[in-house]
């Protein structure tokens, strides 16, 4: 059976600087898959090739049963792939509303309709509005996006990307820097998700990654160190060594 | 959570974002405002057209500049191909106004998504290179192939038909003004229905955030490639009102300084408003007519002046203004 | 010698002494818009305004030419010192376009200060007895002026070099254009460095101007006429680049005399033609970095 989402033999070079080096990863369908390793081991560069943000070097692509090395990044959108920034990317200027709006709209393939205006889907916008308030977020519907604290704008960038019913969800330190009552928020929804979601985390976060993951891929300076079940993972000394060097991480 | 019937707050977001789109009162100001001046300055129809004219210009780089966020220095290129493909047509015998009007948007349009096709797969800086390249282009090929579109004399030997074989173009230019009206509308009127769909929107998320815009699943290049068409059409359609309503077409249809004047207006008024040309180019012209007559030189330090303090100071111009005015006297939503 | 190669050799004569004057005006251009990102349409403005110094001088005060071509260099800087403190710097990490409509501002005004002090017409321009007529090299004669100003212009080119190359102020350049924010860690004063650098880009132009007023005539809207050649000059060589726009002016001037001697009915299409097909194939320019 296919996986969710594989790469085979991933590759990509910035001139002499090698970022990812002959990867081959698998995501199986319904996965709770945590992605970890030290700062500059590829992570997020990992990320931006497969949802094709970034085009590799060599090696392919594979989301479910198709090859999309080739396809533009909006497509795999398109095939039921989505993500999450690990730097806020939100539409600024636009309510939070909105924002979750565009992610829909695109979903349903409306948001490129001329003939209608704008606020006549009402169908469209309730499904925006109970997404906010699953996420606590109702209360700040119309406000823009820059007026929201960090940890209210990182759920918003939760609520985009779910918003679009991905099949194979790919969040980039989700809960990194937020505070209190957000982080838990976050951690209940990926905890919440349904159980036919691929998922694949990014964290340093060590007792989220063993909370949420039942695999683990240990990725370093490009390349798949080991992979495992958290106990495998927690037991490996190679694992350790790779994080003695960055002291404490928590 | 409440039932709906009630006016609860989840229904109220929504009410609130549905009626941000619809048609408020206000905006028939501007067209009641231009009709008003039909009979109260029957002196000065000409330059109420050629007002008109550029608001609809102005309109086209509004719909580029301020929603999908695509500067242009070239805009002109579709202006001065509509005028000439209207010129060239009426100086050829087929003077007929409203079907010259649309083969000349129809050009301009092709030329714009053309053109684009193939610039807008750039950024920023070599995106405005570009379409400013376009622009000169055209320009050079229009000064050069002087036998057909009279090269730097312009094209004379128009001869334009009655519009709707009824209304002749009179002396007083009260037909030109009123065509101009006409036309005048039915672009505002599209681009304001393009402007408040869903389609409109998705620009605006392209120019906020073009990253998050692909994360999303948007076709990014096929929905800037269609508004740079659009506003192609739009620009043609003006510079062949220019030219049926002068019976004149001058080289300067395809120049910097067209495009240049334009995006100058529009900043004044405040890009991005949608209402930002019916204020800026009105301003700009009539202030132009005044003085500019009277000592060119004197207009042109001021106009370069005042576009400093513009940019400097009050980027979002006569509209943005207003809106800060307005937050700051009601803060309440 | 044969007509042709007579002609091929006028062509890449005139066109060689039209690629340094482009050259010396645009390098600076391409060295604001690559270090501080900000696209200055009214350069130009800076070389006219050299150009103007320099024949005003001349004409009106009976100044000798080499010291109304240093005055030209010292006032063109002077004046970027005052613009950049005063304009520029307010819009760096502006976007482009309200770059773009604040140089157009500066143009304006400056079309119509000129106009205003010195008349619409061209400003007339006779080069010192020592550099008028010909120069006879055997094979053929070759205007003595232009002859001087393509020995000046590469003279100027190569100080240009080994002065960006050897000296301290040249690397902080380099640094700065290549990775600001490293820069400004490394210590280098990136404000002064910005000050410094745009007065030596205008004085250059404004060195450009006054030198080649005998090609590019001096007249009030001469920042809005050869505005596209200095961006082309710019754009095609790569951003930032020191070097890439010397090879591109080579190109378009050899380019640009020899079309419009060969072909003139088409005039300048093929150049824009050519930019564009080559911003294309490479949109940062030939030497530009991805």
Request: net charge positive; charged share 15%.
């Amino acid at each position: 059976m296919s996986a969710a989402l594989e790469t085979k033999g991933l590759c990509k070079s910035f001139g002499a600087l090698t970022v990812a080096n002959g990867i081959d990863f698998r995501l199986e369908r319904g996965a709770r898959h945590a992605l970890i390793g030290p700062n500059g081991a590829g992570k997020t560069t990992f990320v931006n090739l497969v949802t094709g943000a970034l085009s590799p070097s060599a090696g392919r692509i594979l989301l479910g049963d198709s090859d999309v090395t080739l396809l533009p990044q909006a497509q795999r959108v398109k095939r039921g792939l989505a993500r999450t920034f690990q730097i806020n990317t939100l539409f600024r200027g636009l309510s939070v509303l909105e924002n979750v709006c565009l992610a829909i709209g695109e979903r349903l393939d409306v948001a490129g309709d001329m003939h209608r205006p704008a606020g006549s889907n009402r169908t469209l916008m309730d499904e925006a509005y109970d997404a906010l308030e699953t996420l606590g977020l109702a209360d700040d519907a119309l406000r823009p996006v820059r007026e929201l604290a960090y940890g209210r704008q990182r759920l918003v960038e939760l609520a985009v990307s779910l918003a679009l019913k991905p099949k194979v969800l790919l969040l980039d330190e989700p809960a990194a820097g937020v505070p209190s009552p957000e982080s838990s928020v976050i951690i209940d929804i990926i905890e919440s998700l349904p159980a036919d979601i691929a998922l694949l985390i990014i964290e340093h976060d060590m007792d989220l990654v063993f909370r949420l993951a039942k695999r683990i891929t240990v990725l370093v300076q490009g390349e798949i160190l080991v992979e495992g079940t958290p106990q495998e993972i927690a037991a490996d000394p190679r694992v350790r060594e790779v994080y003695l060097g960055e002291g404490a991480h928590r | 959570m409440t039932a709906a019937l009630d006016a609860s707050p989840p229904a109220a977001a929504v009410n609130a974002l549905a009626r941000r789109h619809r048609l408020r009162p206000l905006e028939a100001l501007p067209w009641l405002a231009a009709t008003a001046a039909f009979f109260v300055f029957p002196d000065y129809l000409p330059l109420g057209a050629q007002i008109l004219i550029n608001i609809l210009f102005a309109l086209s780089v509004d719909l580029i500049l301020g929603y999908a966020g695509i500067a242009t220095l070239g805009q002109a290129a579709f202006f001065g191909a509509g005028a000439y493909t209207a010129g060239l047509l009426a100086a050829h015998g087929w003077g007929e106004p409203i079907s010259g009007l649309v083969i000349a948007g129809l050009v301009a349009g092709i030329i714009g998504l053309l053109s684009g096709a193939v610039i807008l797969r750039t950024r920023s800086l070599t995106l405005l290179m570009l379409t400013l390249m376009i622009a000169v282009m055209l320009q050079e090929a229009a000064n050069k192939a002087g036998s057909i579109t009279g090269g730097a004399d312009g094209l004379q030997g128009m001869s334009v038909w009655q519009v709707l074989g009824l209304f002749r173009f009179d002396l007083f230019g009260r037909t030109a003004y009123l065509y101009c009206l006409a036309l005048l509308f039915l672009g505002w009127l599209a681009a304001r229905q393009l402007v408040h769909s869903p389609f409109g929107r998705s620009l605006t998320g392209i120019r906020e955030n073009e990253a998050r815009m692909h994360a999303i699943g948007s076709p990014v290049f096929r929905r800037r490639l269609v508004i740079y068409a659009i506003s192609a059409v739009m620009a043609g359609v003006a510079g062949a009102l220019l030219a049926q309503t002068t019976q004149f077409v001058a080289l300067e249809v395809l120049s910097f300084e067209r495009s240049g004047s334009v995006l100058i207006m529009l900043i004044i008024g405040g890009v991005g408003r949608l209402y930002g040309a019916f204020i800026g180019v009105p301003l700009y012209m009539i202030a132009q007519d005044r003085f500019a007559q009277a000592d060119p030189v004197y207009w042109d330090f001021w106009i370069g002046l005042l576009l400093i303090i513009v940019v400097l100071f009050a980027r979002t111009g006569v509209l943005g203004l207003f809106e800060q005015l307005l937050r700051r006297w009601s803060p309440r939503r | 010698m044969s007509t042709a190669l007579s002609a091929f050799v006028s062509i890449a004569f005139h066109g060689l002494a039209y690629a340094m004057v482009l050259y010396l005006i645009s390098v600076g251009l391409s060295v604001t818009m690559g270090l501080m990102g900000f696209v200055n349409l009214a350069h130009g403005v800076f070389a006219a305004a050299g150009g103007y110094v320099m024949t005003r001088l001349m004409a009106g005060y009976g100044v000798p030419f080499p010291l109304a071509v240093a005055a030209a260099f010292i006032a063109a800087a002077a004046g970027g010192v005052v613009l950049e403190r005063l304009l520029y710097r307010r819009l760096y990490g502006a976007d482009d376009l309200a770059q773009v409509l604040m140089s157009v501002g500066l143009i304006f005004m400056s079309v119509a200060t000129a106009k205003y002090l010195w008349g619409p017409l061209a400003q007339p321009m006779t080069p010192p007895s020592y550099l008028s007529g010909q120069v006879d090299l055997g094979f053929r004669s070759f205007p003595t002026y232009r002859s001087f100003l393509i020995v000046a212009g590469a003279v100027l080119v190569t100080l240009l070099w080994l002065g960006l190359e050897r000296t301290r102020f040249g690397a902080r350049v380099r640094a700065a254009v290549d990775n600001r924010r490293m820069a400004q860690s490394v210590g280098i004063n990136t404000a002064g460095l910005f000050t410094a650098t745009f007065a030596l880009g205008s004085g250059l132009a404004g060195l450009g101007g006054a030198l080649g007023a005998e090609i590019l005539a001096i007249d009030p809207g001469y920042g809005l006429e050869h505005l596209v050649y200095f961006l082309i000059v710019v754009a095609v060589g790569g951003l930032g680049s020191i070097k890439g726009p010397f090879f591109a002016a080579l190109l378009l001037g050899v380019a640009d005399t020899g079309f419009k001697y060969l072909l003139p009915e088409f005039g300048a299409f093929f150049i824009y033609a050519l930019t564009l097909a080559i911003l294309l194939w490479r949109p940062q320019g030939l030497f530009g970095r991805a």
